[in-house]
């Protein structure tokens, strides 16, 4: 048999839910992207050059020596008990009153957000989003099947009205919402938070509504001038499920993130979270557990604070002085990411290329929605690279959107002919 045909008997094999498994368009270039030559605004990993790695190469070696029995050995399946009280400590800064035992440990919040699609999500449900969201959670909630409903946001997040709207139509037609998904503070991508007030109105509506609310906020304690805001879970714990993350306020390798849900999803959660990963990691868990006790932690997310604020004023003040003055774009008061809207009718998606040959990245705006919408829009993160990296980053990209709207000028809205588009930097080749 040859090699192709024996790969299209396993396609013929594989699960209806591994229809939406496929790799995105944009993967590719990507790889092009991570080269050193190419000011990566595409990527949102957290920057870990504020992180004393001699502390952490101490506090590792202290678990090992120490316990090493224990950090070595299979856990619980919700997690170690002394971590999760750490944990009822933190969500305390943003008002949250909860006992060891609500919380669930997870491998990164993405795990959690697997699970919670995985108990609640059959084939056909609508999971209500907002509009653009968190494109690792709209894969997962496609992979089970689920269809997105998308809400629309401004500059203080979800719009409570669209939220009722989006729940009237879609009930009219039939549809079964399971939940509503948000992130609530320094969003990924649009970069804007839920005003307080909205807050409110947004647990109303969930509760008049019957519909449970996801609030997912691995960004919350990273807000440059502010006090951490108070959780939706906090004022509502019967029908919040909140999901954190250790991924940036400590380091994403090590995997560790939770969830904080009623006492009847917490039961499912574990035995979902069993059948998939038996436990997490005990060493992982251990080594933030210990880094959390003996550390200064909330002096060292102040300078991550400081670290991602230095690099969006880079960003914003750069935005200002070579955007075009059609663009828009969010000003962020902290986490990672400016959503930027360039004028109708410019095609992110068919633009990257030619950014990527004038040595600059982002993420077109469409792969953030379920529906194609976004056309027009990009992400744009400041998280990782140097200030300076960033401003040259962000002046590369204004001369291409320059260049892009003349092309529209001098053609229309039909396709610009490929004789047409500025010359490449590169040769094609050594982009894809
Ligand atoms: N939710 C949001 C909104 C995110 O931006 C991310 C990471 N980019 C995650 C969840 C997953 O984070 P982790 O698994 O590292 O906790």
């Given at each position: 048999?040859?090699?192709?045909?024996?790969l299209?008997?396993?396609v013929?094999r594989?699960a209806e839910r591994?229809?939406?498994?496929?790799a995105?368009e944009i993967r590719?270039?990507?790889?092009?992207?991570s080269?050193p030559e190419?000011?990566?605004?595409a990527?949102g990993?957290?920057?870990l050059t504020?992180?004393?790695m001699?502390?952490?190469?101490q506090?590792?070696?202290?678990?090992?020596?120490?316990?090493?029995?224990?950090a070595?050995?299979?856990?619980?399946g919700?997690?170690?008990?002394v971590?999760r009280?750490?944990?009822?400590?933190?969500?305390k800064l943003?008002?949250?009153?909860?006992?060891p035992d609500?919380?669930?440990?997870?491998?990164?919040s993405?795990q959690a957000?697997?699970?919670v699609?995985r108990?609640?999500?059959?084939?056909?449900?609508?999971?209500?989003?907002e509009?653009?969201s968190?494109?690792?959670?709209?894969g997962?909630?496609?992979?089970y099947?689920?269809?997105?409903?998308?809400v629309?946001m401004d500059?203080d997040?979800?719009i409570?009205e669209?939220?009722r709207?989006a729940i009237?139509?879609t009930?009219?037609q039939?549809?079964?919402?399971?939940?509503?998904y948000?992130?609530?503070?320094?969003h990924?991508?649009?970069g804007?938070?839920?005003s307080l007030?909205r807050?409110?109105e947004?647990?109303?509506?969930?509760?008049?509504?019957?519909?449970?609310?996801?609030?997912d906020?691995?960004y919350?304690?990273l807000?440059f001038n502010?006090?951490?805001?108070?959780?939706m879970?906090?004022?509502?714990p019967?029908?919040?499920?909140?999901?954190?993350?250790?991924?940036k306020?400590?380091a994403?390798?090590l995997?560790?993130?939770?969830?904080?849900?009623?006492?009847?999803?917490?039961?499912k959660?574990?035995?979902?979270?069993e059948?998939?990963i038996?436990?997490p990691?005990?060493?992982a868990?251990?080594?933030?557990?210990r880094?959390?006790?003996?550390?200064?932690?909330?002096?060292?997310?102040?300078?991550f604070?400081g670290?991602?604020?230095?690099?969006?004023?880079?960003?914003?003040?750069t935005l200002?002085?070579?955007?075009?003055?059609?663009?828009?774009?969010t000003?962020p008061?902290?986490?990672f990411y400016?959503w930027?809207t360039?004028?109708?009718?410019?095609?992110?998606?068919?633009?990257?290329?030619?950014?990527i040959?004038?040595?600059?990245a982002y993420?077109?705006?469409?792969?953030?929605?379920?529906?194609?919408?976004?056309s027009w829009?990009?992400?744009?993160s400041?998280?990782y690279?140097s200030?300076?990296?960033?401003?040259?980053g962000?002046r590369?990209?204004?001369?291409?959107?320059?260049?892009?709207?003349?092309?529209?000028?001098?053609?229309g809205?039909?396709?610009?002919p490929?004789?047409?588009?500025?010359q490449?930097?590169?040769?094609?080749?050594?982009?894809?």
């Open positions: 048999m040859s090699t192709g045909s024996r299209d008997s396993f013929a594989y591994t229809k939406s498994m496929t995105s590719g270039l990507f790889a092009v992207a080269r190419v000011v990566s605004l990527g990993m957290p920057n504020a992180l004393p001699d502390v952490v190469s506090i590792v070696a202290d678990v090992i020596n120490e316990n090493g029995q224990v070595l050995q299979y856990g619980s919700q997690g170690d008990p971590l009280e750490q944990i009822t400590e933190i969500m943003e008002g949250i009153d909860s006992h609500d919380v669930v440990v997870t491998t990164g993405q957000l697997d699970l699609a108990i609640f999500l059959d084939p056909g449900d609508v999971v209500l989003a509009a653009p968190y494109v690792g959670a709209l997962t909630f496609q992979q099947q689920a269809r997105i409903v998308h629309e500059d997040g979800l409570p669209r939220l709207e009237a139509h009930r009219a039939g549809g079964k919402i399971k939940f509503l948000t992130i609530p503070n320094f990924n991508p649009a804007v938070s839920l007030e807050r409110q947004v647990l109303r509506i969930a509760r008049d509504a019957d519909i449970l609310i996801i609030e906020n691995p919350g304690l807000g502010s006090e951490p805001t108070r959780a879970r906090a004022d509502d019967d029908n919040v499920v909140y999901l954190g993350s250790f991924s306020t400590f994403p390798g995997r560790v993130g939770w969830a904080a849900a009623p006492h009847a999803v917490r039961e959660l574990v035995l979902a979270s059948s998939s038996l436990c990691s005990n060493f868990q251990m080594a933030i557990s880094y959390f006790a003996t550390q200064p932690w909330q002096d060292q997310i102040k300078s604070q670290l991602y604020q230095e690099r969006r004023d880079a960003m914003l003040e200002e002085q070579h955007f075009p003055a059609t663009a828009t774009w000003k008061g902290g986490g400016v930027v360039l004028p109708e009718g410019i095609d992110t998606k068919a633009m990257l290329p030619r950014a040959t004038s040595r600059v993420v077109p705006g469409t792969a953030f929605f379920a529906d194609g919408f976004g829009s990009m992400r744009l400041y998280c690279p200030p300076e990296r960033i401003r040259e962000v590369r990209l204004a001369g291409v959107i320059e260049e892009e709207m003349e092309l529209r000028a001098t053609f809205s039909a396709a610009i490929l004789s047409e588009r500025p490449r930097i590169l040769p094609p080749s050594e982009l894809i």
